[in-house]
């Protein structure tokens, strides 16, 4: 635990020390205040549901750019085969670098904080449905981050890590598009429990659903396990 | 080489097994959390939560086994509320297809998916069509929106839980039901489309599954027997009566009542009254009841007060208003009938009276002490005839009769101009066919949204902090770390 908590400081020391986090931080905001002042204005509800769902989608591409460099960057930089050499278990240093990233979601998300105080100023928002907008926002996060990671870990590339990463997650964001179309309700059915929106969707109302908690966990460990596999796959390649 | 390759392909495929084996197991539990969910409705009002009504209906349907395919028609894109309208639905049905096995619903964008509306023949925007086998019920924007008119904040209430809630009351009666409608002394006619008709009356109670067929009380069957109420009957109609009924017809209605019949009489000031009428309990006064303030939009049609029943409870609690054409006010006897039960259902305001006659007041009836009555008027009546009474066999169900000092209310003319008249007609129907269950599932929970009442300035002023004092904090940490670090 030691050593995850080791890699956990070093790579939030790391983040922030490069100008990158910055202008990540900086695009993140920028996007949630435009979607809060669109929302406001478009529906006038004291609410951050149009803004909270905008960011989800958001992140979906934004993430993955957040994680590419974990595994690429140290196999690209030769670090990574003296982590893998060093005393380090696998699952320790996995555990830092997504603990890492999911505080840098956290504080993403802290910096939002002043638009719930912006609808208390003017309205009267309901706490509760705000509540479970950022637990749910905060769950995808840790999906797209598992997703993220593993596809760090398939190549040398920060880049391609980064638009492989996106393009595992694209399938999750247009499942539910799809299932407007299709007329057979099987497929349909089955492209909605695919769906990222129509899991984040119960959160943005107000409601925390279990099978919606248990989608987004599983989900995280899933790409947690495959990355796993694909690093400890580097060993006997 | 060999070896390596060998040992490559022994891990390679141990491990591409092992990951499928790990993500078959993950969609297992997953579809095992779905079969079991639990939801916690955390918003405040928990909108989220459906009714017992609601739940009971769905549970009811699942044991039919029979599918229920909801297809909801998008509102109009650009105008106002269409966000929060098409949202709204959406978000019920997302609720009602979670607690049903059977219930399917699908959401189309009625400008792109023009085909599927031709299919089914859908013309207005935010239609929701509830199909069930064969039998199909649409619902329109009046059903599941009502305008809020106790604030501009907020614009309106969504009803769409009752709406559809009604809907599957009416997919679970089990077949449809006969109204008669009696004719032959002038009344207004079932297949008449214009003013004076009951066209859309048969359209409405046809959507409650109420088939609506006309009654001749004068001619005798083959045999010579004299004529009765159909068997089927849910219930007979006399509105509008512009002659008296023969004996005939009233031995024939009051035989119907004995036998714990419904009676919807529709009475019109200045004409012919059942000679019955007197045994209900009621008189027919002479004169018209009229308002000053409570009309819509004349003196000569009186909004009335509804009063707390099984029949007004939807109207009181939507608030939608119902409209009366000069109607015959209606009094008491004292004492009544035995075994006669009134409840009053239509009354006028503080500022009603029976008007009679005598000079106007600005082109409109005004209120003579000397020749007028004072109100409130009574204008409705929800009567019970119980068995052992003097009307009702002692071993027969309770007969109702539900007598309106107005026929006019049902033609189309006033039917659909009062907001509340279809729903009158349609929970009158309910109540005198003994459809009690679904009169309560016309009880929806309004929902509004919580809304900002922003200033122009206000809006501007928040889009500035949203879009520039946040980035602009972070860009300017950055530029401090940047510094810091410059040179290291």
């Known amino acids: 635990m030691t050593i995850a908590w080791a890699i956990f400081k070093k790579e939030l020391r790391t983040f922030f020390v490069s100008p990158l986090a910055y202008v990540f931080l900086g695009v993140f905001l920028l996007l949630a205040g435009f979607f809060f002042s669109m929302g406001v204005s478009l529906t006038g509800e004291a609410s951050l549901r149009i803004m909270l769902a905008n960011l989800s989608i958001s992140l979906l591409f934004l993430l993955p750019l957040l994680t590419m460099r974990h595994f690429a960057d140290e196999r690209r930089s030769g670090t990574f085969e003296l982590l893998m050499t060093a005393p380090v278990p696998l699952w320790a240093m996995l555990l830092g670098k997504w603990f890492a990233s999911l505080a840098l979601c956290v504080i993403l998300l802290l910096g939002t904080l002043l638009f719930p105080g912006i609808l208390a100023y003017y309205g009267d928002p309901d706490w509760g449905v705000i509540l479970t907008g950022y637990l749910g926002l905060l769950l995808a996060c840790s999906a797209f981050v598992s997703a993220g990671l593993f596809s760090s870990s398939l190549t040398d590339e920060p880049v391609a890590a980064g638009l492989i990463g996106v393009v595992l997650l694209l399938p999750f964001w247009v499942a539910g598009s799809i299932s407007e179309m299709v007329d057979t309700d099987g497929l349909r059915s089955a492209l909605r429990h695919l769906s990222l929106l129509a899991q984040i969707e119960p959160f943005n109302r107000g409601v925390i659903d279990s099978a919606a908690v248990a989608w987004f966990l599983l989900v995280t460990f899933g790409f947690l396990f495959l990355t796993w596999r694909s690093i400890e796959s580097r060993r006997w390649r | ?488």
């Open chain 2, 1 to 488: 080489m060999n070896q390596i390759w060998r040992r490559r392909i022994a891990y390679g495929s141990n491990a591409t097994l092992v990951s499928v084996m790990i993500i078959g197991v993950l969609v297992l539990v997953y579809l095992l959390a779905d079969s079991q969910r639990v939801r916690w409705d955390l918003s405040a009002d928990a909108l989220n939560t459906l009714q017992q009504d609601t739940e009971a209906k769905l549970r009811v349907l699942d044991d039919e086994q029979v599918p229920v395919r909801i297809t909801a028609f998008t509102y109009q894109r650009g105008k106002d509320d269409t966000v929060l309208r098409d949202r709204a639905v959406r978000d019920l049905l997302v609720e009602l297809d979670l607690r049903s096995e059977v219930l399917e619903y699908r959401i189309v964008d009625f400008d792109r998916e023009r085909l599927t509306a031709e299919k089914l023949g859908v013309t207005d925007y935010g239609t929701v069509v509830v199909q069930r086998g064969e039998d199909r019920i649409d619902l329109r924007d009046r059903d599941m929106f009502r305008r809020n008119p106790r604030s501009a904040d907020l614009p309106f209430d969504f009803l769409g839980e009752g709406a559809l809630s009604r809907s599957f009351a009416q997919l679970l009666a089990p077949t449809r039901r006969v109204a008669y409608v009696l004719q032959g002394h002038g009344e207004p006619s079932p297949t008449d489309r214009g003013a004076t008709g009951l066209s859309e009356l048969v359209t409405a109670l046809d959507l409650e599954r109420y088939e609506v067929a006309p009654l001749d009380l004068l001619r005798t069957d083959r045999e010579g027997r004299g004529p009765v109420v159909p068997e089927d009957a849910a219930f007979v109609v006399v509105a509008g009566l512009r002659s008296g009924l023969t004996p005939q017809e009233d031995d024939a209605l009051l035989a119907y009542l004995s036998g714990g019949g419904s009676v919807l009489l529709a009475l019109e000031a200045g004409q012919a009254a059942p000679s019955f009428l007197p045994r209900l309990g009621l008189l027919q006064l002479e004169g018209v009841a009229m308002d000053t303030v409570l009309v819509f939009p004349f003196r000569d049609r009186p909004v009335p007060v509804y009063r707390d029943h099984a029949i007004t409870q939807a109207l009181r609690q939507s608030q939608k208003i119902s409209v009366l054409a000069a109607p015959a006010p209606l009094r008491a006897t004292e004492p009544l009938p035995e075994g006669v039960r009134h409840s009053p259902l239509l009354v006028g305001g503080r500022e009603s009276w029976i008007e009679r006659g005598g000079p106007s007041e600005g082109g409109g009836a005004a209120y003579q002490a000397e020749l007028d009555a004072p109100g409130p008027t009574l204008m409705a009546v929800a009567v019970d005839l119980l068995p052992g009474g003097e009307l009702v066999r002692r071993t027969r169900p309770p007969a109702k009769v539900l007598v309106v000092g107005d026929a006019e209310w049902l033609t189309n003319g006033l039917l659909l101009e009062g907001p509340g008249n279809r729903d009158l007609a349609v929970a009158a129907a309910q109540w005198l066919a003994g459809d009690e269950a679904r009169l309560s599932a016309t009880v929806g929970r309004p929902t509004a949204q919580r809304r900002l009442a922003l200033t122009g300035q206000e809006t501007e002023r928040i889009r500035l902090i949203s879009l520039l004092l946040l980035p602009g904090l972070v860009a300017l940490i950055g530029l401090f770390t940047w510094w810091g670090r410059r040179g290291r």
